[in-house]
C-alpha cells in the first residue's frame, strides 16, 4: 500500500535559517511526488513536483529513490513561509483510480 | 474565475442523517476529485470523476457516493452519518484526468456531526 510520512507535526525556525522540511514514502514502483502548501485562511495549493525539478519560491525538493524521500528544503526561511505544508504522492503517470496520496502534514512556522 | 467553488461552507447534522455536498469546478475542467480531511490529518482521496465517470474511488464505505453532471459540477452524497464523518470536504477540479500540475483546490466544505 502507498503511504507518506512527514515525521514532523511541527517544525519552528529562525527567519533566515534553513528550512527543511522531510518526507518519506513507500510505493513499489515510481510514484510522482508533489508538495502542497496551505497558507493561513487560503486554499491548499501545488508548490511544486518532482517531475517539474524547478525551485519555487525558493523551495527546492529532490526526489532520493533509494532512501525513498522527497524532503523539501529551502536555504534562507521568510516569515512568509508559515503555513501547513503537506508531501503528496500519486502513481506513474497520474491517473485516478488512487487519487493523491497525502501525509499528515508539517506546521511551519518562521519565527522573526 | 472564482475558481473552485463549494457549498455549503459549513453544516451541522445529526448521526444517521443524509448530506449532499456540492462542487462547481473551474471553467473548462472536466474532472473533479474529493477529499476528506479529518482535524490533524492530510486530505485523504474519496473519488476521482472525468467526464461525468468514476475513475477511482478511495478507501471509503459504500455509504459515500459521487456523481458528476453534463456541466462537470459534482456531488458528494453520504448516507447514514457517523460522528467519524465530521471532517473537511474537499473538492479539486484538474483539466485532465492525471493533471495533478492543474489541480485546484476548493475552499471546503466544513460538516459536523452531532
Known amino acids: 500500500a502507498q503511504r507518506v510520512t512527514q515525521p514532523e507535526k511541527l517544525l519552528s525556525v529562525f527567519k533566515g535559517a534553513p528550512v527543511e522540511l522531510k518526507c518519506n514514502y513507500s510505493?513499489?514502483?515510481?510514484?510522482?511526488l508533489f508538495w502542497y502548501v496551505q497558507y493561513s485562511r487560503q486554499r491548499l495549493q501545488l508548490l511544486l513536483r518532482?517531475?517539474s525539478r524547478e525551485s519555487i519560491k525558493g523551495f527546492t525538493a529532490d526526489l532520493n529513490k533509494g532512501e525513498t524521500s522527497f524532503h523539501l528544503k529551502k536555504p534562507f526561511a521568510q516569515e512568509e513561509d508559515s503555513a501547513m505544508y503537506y508531501c503528496?504522492?500519486?502513481?506513474?503517470?497520474?491517473?485516478?483510480?488512487?487519487?493523491?496520496?497525502f501525509g499528515k502534514g508539517t506546521h511551519l512556522i518562521i519565527q522573526p | 474565475d472564482a475558481g473552485v467553488t463549494q457549498s455549503p461552507t459549513h453544516l451541522i447534522k445529526t448521526r444517521g442523517q443524509h448530506v449532499t455536498l456540492r462542487c462547481s469546478p473551474i471553467?473548462?475542467?472536466?474532472?473533479v476529485s474529493w477529499y476528506q480531511q479529518v482535524l490533524g490529518q492530510g486530505p485523504q482521496f474519496i473519488f476521482q470523476?472525468?467526464?461525468?465517470?468514476?475513475?477511482g474511488r478511495g478507501n471509503f464505505p459504500d455509504r459515500f457516493s459521487a456523481r458528476q453532471f453534463p456541466n462537470y459540477s459534482s456531488e458528494l452524497n453520504v448516507n447514514a452519518l457517523l460522528l467519524g464523518d465530521s471532517a473537511l470536504y474537499l473538492c479539486?477540479?484538474?483539466?485532465?484526468?492525471?493533471?495533478?500540475?492543474?489541480?485546484?483546490f476548493g475552499p471546503g466544505t466544513r460538516l459536523l456531526v452531532l
Open positions: 510505493y513499489s514502483g515510481s510514484p510522482e
Open positions: 471553467s473548462g475542467h472536466k474532472s
Open positions: 503528496a504522492l500519486s502513481p506513474p503517470g497520474g491517473g485516478g483510480a488512487d487519487g493523491l496520496t
Open positions: 470523476y472525468y467526464e461525468k465517470e468514476e475513475r
Open positions: 518532482h517531475i
Open positions: 479539486a477540479s484538474s483539466l485532465t484526468l492525471a493533471g495533478w500540475e492543474t489541480q485546484y
